[in-house]
């Protein structure tokens, strides 16, 4: 068992370097992966030398997310509850397929779908599947969209495909995910015959401008803008358009999880008329990478949607993971969400959440103090900020990064370059807040120091 310690002091070694080494690895450490491409010998190695390979070479050419002071994409870190439970989970083996293959696996996710229910302020009695990413949250809440609504209209999208199917309207906002634009083009639905209904200065779907549809309708909504953090108006929205031909899906990759604050969920309101949500855990819940949730109200059309059976797959009346997901085998992944909502508690997902969206705040308004602008309200936890024209943002952002204190990526919002700064870890501390600002700005200012 030596190499259990001897992964364990490797662990406690990355660890520990997080605070203050560089965020992104620099070049000459990516170039070093180079000497991975080898082909493959002819004898076997053992465990410690195969750990020594992965982590000198490997573990300098990580990006350190886990970290305080990654603010890239929407990309979250891990609590160490979390963390934990995945390597438990993955010292466990158990395939999260069946309840007879790991009952310790099925009674996580029993028990982690109802407090996420409750949490979200979803009926209980939703659907939960636990899928990959929210990419596959949003695939698997509109194959269940799809279900209902062509069955409704005597069409059985599983048993005869799609060929002669009732039309579905699909209507999205002009910011759409492309998450979503995937899901539905894996769906057989199309990207080009959608519906776009344009947005407000903040991306928000106008809802006035939501067309009425007389047939069959599924209207993806978003709680959580990528770019701005905003919401689309979803409670008005499902009251506007509610019928039985109607599906309201929303993708709240991250913003779902402002349902859970007490400050922020004035955003998500009415997100329980919705019919199906999708959301990550690998986000802002601070799961290791990955987990996506997708939740039902119609449990059956998800199980319809997702079930296969066969001789050897009792058929009984308990919940069978499978039935809920696009995979049959698969990882526990209600382990890490069970032990990370346990750690938190009510109380500590509020404060995460409303900590985070804080600290987006401060960053806001140092940056706007010394001159910049920042482009969105910011009512979660994404900013962005010009620097001035494109080449001088884009350039600024490089140099950002080239520094190594934080990672920022950017965007073009409605038109403007911009750099993206998303605040979603546990583990960003004011300390790291003020010294990202304090990198950001000092870079910033010595470029156009030498730029005049
Ligand atoms: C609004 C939104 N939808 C969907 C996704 C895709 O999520 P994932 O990469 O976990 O599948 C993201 C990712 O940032 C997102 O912000």
Known sequence: MNWIENFSKRATRYMSQLEHGRVYPSQSDV???KSLRAPLQDEPLNVE?????????????????????????????????AMSAK????????????????????????????WLLDLFGLPSNCATGFVTGDTMANFSGLAAARHH?????????????????????????????????????????????????????????????????DGPAIICVQAGNVNSGSFDPIGEICERNKSDQTWVHVDGAFGMWAAVSNEKKYLAKGIELADSWATDAHKWLNVPYDCGLVFVKRKESLFNAMSASASYLQEISIREPYQFTPEMSREARGIPVWAALRSLGKKGLNDLIERNCNQAKKIASALEKAGFQILNDVVLNQVMVSFGSP???????????????????????????????SVSSWATTDKDVEKSIAAILKVAKKYQVLST
């Not at 070479?57 to 990309?75: D, E, L, N, W």
């Not at 009674?107 to 779908?113: G, H, K, Y």
């Not at 979503?180 to 639905?189: E, Q």
């Not at 990526?409 to 370059?417: E, N």
């Open 49 to 81: 030398e195969v750990l020594e390979e992965l982590d000198v070479t490997g573990s300098p050419a990580t990006v350190r997310t886990t970290g305080g002071r990654y603010f890239g994409f929407v990309i979250g870190g891990s609590l160490p509850a």
């Open 87 to 114: 390597l438990m989970s993955a010292i466990w083996d158990q395939n999260a397929g069946l309840s007879v293959m790991s009952p310790i696996a099925s009674t996580l996710e029993e028990i982690s779908s109802e």
């Open 149 to 213: 609504l062509l069955k409704l209209n005597n069409w059985n999208a599983e048993e005869d495909g799609l060929f002669g199917a009732p039309e579905i309207t699909v209507i999205t906002s002009e910011e759409v995910h492309v998450s979503v634009l995937k899901a539905l083009n894996m769906l057989g639905m199309g990207r080009s015959r959608i519906v776009k209904v344009p947005v407000d200065s903040q991306g928000r779907m106008i809802a006035s401008r939501v067309p009425k549809i």
């Open 31 to 33: 170039d070093k992966l």
């Open 391 to 421: 080449e001088e943002t884009n350039q600024i952002m490089k140099n950002i990064q080239e520094e190594g204190t934080c990672w920022c990526g950017g965007t073009v919002w409605q038109g403007k370059t911009a750099m993206r700064i």
